[in-house]
C-alpha cells in the first residue's frame, strides 16, 4: 500500500461499495501515491501530511462513459431536420443517410481534426466528474480509416487526464463500397482489419450492431470469434430495434457488456445473467428515437443482471454529452433508481469496461480519480436537468 499524502476530510461518501451507494456520512478519503489509501469514517482514517476540508461535499468515484462514439467527423443536423419532417431512422438509413454520412464525412477529415472535434465532446464529460470514457470507431469503416479513429481516440488520452478504452466497431454497417458483397465485407473484418489493429495496440474489446439494418447474429458471431482467438472482450449492440437474439449470442461469447436492450426477452436476461454480462442502457438513443418500448428493466433486476447507463455519444442518434443529463433520462424514462443510475456510471460501467480492478468505487488499493460535488443528496446527481453541480474532479489524488 501506498503511503499516505493526502486526508480529504469532512466528506460524504457515495463509495459505490458493498451494499447499495454505500453511504459513509462523516467520512474521508485518504490517498497516495495516485491511488485510494483508505476510504471509510473519518474517525479511523489514517493521518496524512496533507489536509484538504471537503467541507461537507459528497464525493463519489470519478464517472465512467461506458459506450460512446466520440470520434466521428462531421453532423448529422440536417437529418434531424429530415427526422422532424417525419422521416424514420431506418428510413434514412436504407436510403444511405444515417450511419453511411457520417461515414463519408469521418474518411475525408484527418486525425487532427477527429482529435480536435472530440476533444470538445471529450471536455463536456470530464467537466461533469467522468475519468473514463470507452470510445467506438465504426465510422472508418476501412482498414485506413478504422486506424485513424482509433488512433485518434489513444490521442485524446494523452491529451487530457482521462482514461480511454478503445473498441472496435468495424461490425457497424455496411460500407457502401460492399452493398452487394456482405460476405466479403466480413470476411474483410476477420482476416484483415481486426488482425492488423490489434497487433498495433489500438484495440481493447470488440464491438458489433447486431441489428436487421446492421449484421445478423451469424454475421457478428464470425467477428466474436476472430476476436476471441486474438484474446479480445467482446460487446454488442443488441436488441437496439428488434428482438434478433443478440444478447444471448453476445452472452455465449462472455461478453463484458449488451447494450441498448430496448427488446430483450426473458431468455436474453437470463444468459446475461449467467455470462455475468453487464446490460448497457443508453436512455439518450431511446429519447432521440422517440422509442416506446423501454428495455426490460424489471427482468435485468429480476436476473441480477448489473445494469450500467451511458451517453451513447454519436451524431445519430443520441447527440448527447452529458452524462449527468443522461441519468435523469434513465430514471425518468427506464425508471431507473437514483443507486442504480449511480452504479450505473460507476461500479457497473467499470466492469462493463474490464477496469473494475482500477475505478468505479472508493476503496484501498483503486486509483484516486473521484469528484467532489456541491450538492446535499446523491438524489440531486439525477434529479436536475442541464445543471452541473460538480465542484472539482481530482486526478490522481492531485
Ligand atoms: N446504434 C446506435 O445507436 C448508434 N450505432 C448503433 O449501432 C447510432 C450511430 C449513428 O446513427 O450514427
Ligand atoms: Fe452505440
Not at 474521508?28 to 489536509?51: D, F, M
Not at 486506424?147 to 490521442?155: D, E, N, Q
Not at 461478453?255 to 455470462?275: Q, V
Request: hydrophobic share 45%.
Amino acid at each position: 500500500m501506498e503511503a499516505p499524502q493526502t486526508l480529504w476530510r469532512n466528506a460524504r461518501l457515495a463509495a459505490c461499495a458493498g451494499a447499495g451507494l454505500g453511504v459513509v456520512e462523516r467520512g474521508a478519503l485518504v490517498t497516495g501515491g495516485g491511488r485510494i489509501v483508505y476510504a471509510g469514517a473519518e474517525s479511523e482514517a489514517p493521518r496524512a501530511p496533507r489536509v484538504v476540508d471537503c467541507e461537507g461535499r459528497w464525493i463519489t468515484p470519478a464517472l465512467i462513459d461506458c459506450h460512446s462514439h466520440l470520434i466521428y467527423g462531421g453532423d448529422r443536423a440536417r437529418e434531424f431536420e429530415q427526422r422532424l419532417a417525419g422521416a424514420s431512422y431506418e428510413e434514412i438509413a436504407r436510403a444511405g443517410g444515417g450511419i453511411l454520412s457520417t461515414v463519408a464525412a469521418t474518411r475525408a477529415a484527418s486525425e487532427d481534426a477527429l482529435v480536435a472535434q472530440a476533444l470538445r465532446r471529450l471536455d463536456a464529460l470530464i467537466g461533469e466528474g467522468v475519468g473514463a470514457v470507452e470510445i467506438k470507431s465504426g465510422y472508418g469503416l476501412d482498414l485506413a480509416s478504422e486506424r485513424k479513429m482509433l488512433r485518434a481516440a489513444r490521442r485524446l488520452a494523452r491529451e487530457r487526464d482521462v482514461i480511454v478504452k478503445t473498441t472496435f466497431l468495424g461490425a457497424h454497417a455496411l460500407p457502401l463500397e460492399y452493398r452487394d458483397r456482405r460476405g466479403d465485407y466480413v470476411d474483410l473484418l476477420v482476416e484483415e482489419m481486426l488482425p492488423a489493429l490489434a497487433g498495433e495496440g489500438l484495440v481493447d474489446a470488440v464491438d458489433g450492431f447486431c441489428e436487421g439494418i446492421a449484421f445478423s447474429r451469424e454475421e457478428i458471431a464470425r467477428v466474436f470469434a476472430t476476436a476471441r482467438r486474438l484474446g479480445l472482450p467482446v460487446k454488442l449492440h443488441a436488441e437496439q430495434l428488434s428482438n434478433q437474439g443478440g444478447a444471448a449470442l453476445a452472452a455465449s461469447f462472455d461478453a463484458l457488456s449488451a447494450d441498448h436492450l430496448e427488446y430483450l426477452d426473458e431468455a436474453g436476461a437470463a444468459a446475461m445473467a449467467r455470462a455475468g454480462t453487464v446490460a448497457v442502457l443508453l436512455p439518450g438513443a431511446y429519447y432521440t428515437l422517440r422509442e416506446t418500448q423501454a428495455p426490460p428493466v424489471a427482468a435485468l433486476r429480476q436476473q441480477g443482471v448489473a445494469i450500467a447507463v451511458a451517453t451513447d455519444s454519436n451524431p445519430g442518434t443520441s447527440p448527447i454529452t452529458s452524462l449527468l443529463t443522461t441519468l435523469n433520462m434513465a430514471a425518468t424514462l427506464f425508471r431507473l433508481t437514483v443507486d442504480e443510475c449511480l452504479l450505473g456510471v460507476t461500479r457497473h460501467a467499470a466492469r462493463a469496461l474490464g477496469l473494475e480492478a482500477e475505478m468505479g468505487t472508493l476503496e484501498a488499493g483503486k486509483a484516486a480519480h473521484f469528484a467532489l460535488w456541491d450538492i446535499e443528496r446523491p438524489a440531486e446527481l439525477v434529479y436536475r436537468i442541464g445543471f452541473n453541480p460538480l465542484h472539482r474532479r481530482v486526478w490522481s489524488g492531485a
